[in-house]
T-cell receptor, first 112, second 111 residues
């Protein structure tokens, strides 16, 4: 039972490099979202999607892009990484019926 | 502007004691109030949740108290155990989507 799978678990980038954090879920959830977790800041919503082809901004969307071409996948793209994007990123999925979010194990990103 | 404010930042409780974490929200459109528990190196997991049509919900040693007029809700952990040591997040959402989290509380239960 995979649930929500995030890759990679760890990544080190140089300032200005681009990369994509992958997220896949196998629970047929319509809702998927990305959060970043920083000490003392809790979990802040970056982008979310309520279904394939539909995305919207969260609390801290700047510097990040998303797309949702399938129900299962919701990649997060950093086009030009900055040190301020050093964080732990979590992908989560869920359904509106229950409101419960299921989280992946996180991706730790360091931008030098 | 923090939509969900959580306190305290950290909490130390003796084994067997009661842990209390408080949250306040601004947006009256929120209609779902969950609490998540996170252990080091893991993603958060749902602990207990409440909707605003009830004032209290209890599941085992965990209880949510909800005060709609004050726009506040709290988590009470009865008979706290060392295994409860974790970070706890309150959260709020509308229609089950766009969940906004508080800043988190690091709980340490002393044996």
């Amino acid at each position: 039972n995979a649930g929500v799978t995030q890759t990679p678990k760890f990544q080190v980038l140089k300032t200005g490099q681009s990369m994509t954090l992958q997220c896949a879920q196998d629970m047929n959830h319509e809702y998927m979202s990305w959060y970043r977790q920083d000490p003392g800041m809790g979990l802040r919503l970056i982008h979310y999607s309520v279904g394939a082809g539909i995305t919207d901004q969260g609390e801290v969307p700047n510097g990040y892009n998303v797309s949702r071409s399938t129900t299962e996948d919701f990649p997060l793209r950093l086009l030009s990484a900055a040190p301020s994007q050093t964080s732990v990123y979590f992908c989560a999925s869920g359904t509106a019926n229950t409101g419960e979010l299921f989280f992946g194990e996180g991706s730790r990103l360091t931008v030098l | 502007q923090q939509q969900v404010k959580q306190s305290p930042q950290s909490l130390i409780v003796q084994k067997g004691g009661i842990s209390i974490i408080n949250c306040a929200y601004e947006n009256t459109a929120f209609d779902y109030f969950p609490w998540y528990q996170q252990f080091p190196g893991k993603g958060p997991a749902l602990l207990i949740a409440i909707r605003p049509d009830v004032s209290e919900k209890k599941e085992g040693r965990f209880t949510i108290s909800f005060n709609k007029s004050a726009k506040q809700f709290s988590l009470h952990i009865m008979d706290s155990q060392p295994g409860d040591s974790a970070t706890y997040f309150c959260a709020a959402s509308t229609g089950g989507f766009k969940t906004i989290f508080g800043a988190g509380t690091r709980l340490f239960v002393k044996a």
